[in-house]
């Protein structure tokens, strides 16, 4: 019994730490927090898209969604908690990199706001769009609070 409580603790300490010290860096402010987000989606064929560190810098109770634009009728708003994002996203593991074009943030007392255009590349297929984050920081690192994003020509 003490064998196996020892080797779970063991487990969870080593994933605990091996999480940690990928994504330690990404928890030091919002700019470097929403450059690890897109690391996290982006993947080449054949590897992995990076969801245990992108759950891992997310609040607990954090909220992503789409604002679906569809030619010829009314916007459509889908919202995911971070569990559902990363189920719906695994089931279409299509390898893509969706790139930072540029980005811009407000922040005051602990809370940022990041407006981040960017480019998506799939195969021969390219598409821009904006990813606006809601962060939040307890005083030893940062934490996505929303992510609400659209796809569309960018201006």
């Known amino acids: 019994m003490k064998a196996i409580l020892f080797t779970t603790l063991v487990f969870i300490a080593t994933s605990s730490l091996a999480q940690t010290s990928a994504d330690s860096l990404a928890w030091k402010s919002p ?3 929403v ?22 810098l997310c609040a607990t109770d954090a909220r992503i969604a789409v604002l679906l634009q569809r030619p010829g009728k009314p916007p459509v708003l889908r919202t995911f908690s971070v569990e559902e994002f990363v189920q719906t996203m695994s089931k279409n593991n299509a390898p893509f990199q969706e790139k930072q074009l540029n980005v811009q943030i407000d922040a005051f007392n602990g809370m940022a706001t990041v407006w981040q255009p960017y480019e998506l590349i799939a195969g021969n297929e390219r598409r821009t769009g904006v990813n606006t984050y809601q962060l939040f920081s307890d005083g030893t690192r940062w934490y996505v609070h929303s992510l609400l994003w659209t796809e569309g020509e960018l201006p």
């Open 31 to 33: 700019s470097t927090l």
């Open 35 to 56: 450059e690890r987000l897109l690391e996290c989606v982006s993947s080449e064929p054949g590897q992995p898209k990076q969801w245990n560190s992108f759950k891992a």
